[in-house]
């Protein structure tokens, strides 16, 4: 015969402290499966659209038969020391890059070190080089993107100087400075402080040692 049992659930700030541990654990395990990643993404979209940098995309297959195009952005992390990340497409000169990027991120002192070696390198060479960045391997870190520069002018001559290695290392280093805001924001949304918000905005309950209840 069908019994009904009552169960006490609480909210995360009804719990005795390690009960609120075990719900916070429960999130990060679980409950904690968006794609997180999206504004760092689009922070480092406008970022590479205002380098010069075309990124590829890739076709992402949704529910009900639908697509979208997403950036060839890849990361993996954050515990082991293969970890980082990587992106594939097409970077040339743009004109005022350096000057837009720090309008665009004035604080960000890495991101100007970067586009002035950009500009530097396109200056010694009158403006005429790109670059074609593909990924290699099964790893994503800034070192499995290979990264072919050419000069495009119309009288093919050579890369002047240590252009082409100051173009490859700020690639390599706008990939790697990529893998530190996402580190930055997966830290702070899982943080103590972040996950209580958001099982205290959710409404989550739980049972009285912190389990997932309701």
Same mark, same amino acid.
């Given at each position: 015969?069908?019994?009904?049992?009552?169960?006490?659930?609480?909210?995360?700030?009804?719990?005795?402290?390690?009960?609120?541990?075990?719900?916070?654990?429960?999130?990060?395990?679980?409950?904690?499966?968006?794609?997180?990643?999206?504004?760092?993404? %689009?922070? =480092? $979209?406008?970022?590479? %659209? !205002?380098?010069? #940098?075309?990124?590829?995309?890739?076709?992402?297959? /949704?529910?009900?038969?639908? *697509?979208? $195009?997403?950036?060839?952005?890849? =990361?993996?992390? =954050?515990? &082991? +020391?293969?970890?980082?990340?990587?992106?594939?497409?097409?970077?040339?000169?743009?004109?005022? &890059?350096?000057?837009?990027?720090?309008?665009?991120?004035?604080?960000? @002192?890495?991101?100007?070190? !970067?586009?002035?070696?950009? @500009?530097?390198? +396109?200056?010694?060479?009158?403006?005429?080089? &790109?670059?074609?960045?593909?990924?290699?391997?099964?790893?994503?870190?800034?070192?499995?993107?290979? !990264?072919?520069?050419?000069?495009?002018?119309?009288?093919? @001559? $050579?890369?002047?100087?240590?252009?082409?290695?100051? #173009?490859?290392?700020?690639?390599?280093?706008?990939? &790697?400075?990529?893998?530190?805001?996402? %580190?930055? %924001?997966?830290?702070? /949304?899982?943080?103590?402080?972040?996950?209580?918000?958001?099982?205290?905005?959710?409404?989550? *309950?739980?049972? $009285?040692?912190?389990?997932?209840?309701?």
């Amino acid at each position: 015969m069908p019994q009904v049992i009552a169960t006490t659930v609480y909210h995360l700030n009804e719990l005795p402290a390690g009960a609120k541990n075990c719900a916070r654990a429960w999130y990060r395990e679980g409950g904690f499966d968006h794609d997180w990643f999206d504004a760092v993404y %689009e922070d =480092f $979209e406008r970022i590479a %659209e !205002i380098l010069g #940098i075309r990124l590829n995309t890739r076709t992402v297959r /949704l529910v009900g038969g639908h *697509t979208r $195009e997403d950036p060839c952005i890849w =990361f993996s992390g =954050f515990w &082991s +020391q293969g970890d980082g990340a990587c992106w594939t497409g097409v970077y040339s000169y743009r004109k005022s &890059s350096a000057a837009d990027l720090r309008v665009y991120a004035p604080k960000d @002192q890495t991101l100007h070190r !970067i586009a002035g070696r950009l @500009q530097a390198a +396109q200056r010694q060479n009158f403006y005429q080089l &790109s670059a074609k960045v593909t990924h290699r391997g099964n790893y994503y870190h800034a070192y499995s993107m290979d !990264i072919a520069v050419t000069r495009d002018g119309p009288f093919s @001559q $050579e890369i002047a100087g240590d252009a082409e290695a100051i #173009i490859v290392d700020a690639l390599r280093d706008l990939a &790697s400075w990529l893998y530190r805001q996402l %580190e930055r %924001e997966y830290d702070y /949304l899982t943080s103590d402080e972040a996950v209580d918000e958001t099982l205290i905005a959710n409404g989550y *309950t739980f049972t $009285e040692e912190g389990r997932r209840f309701g």
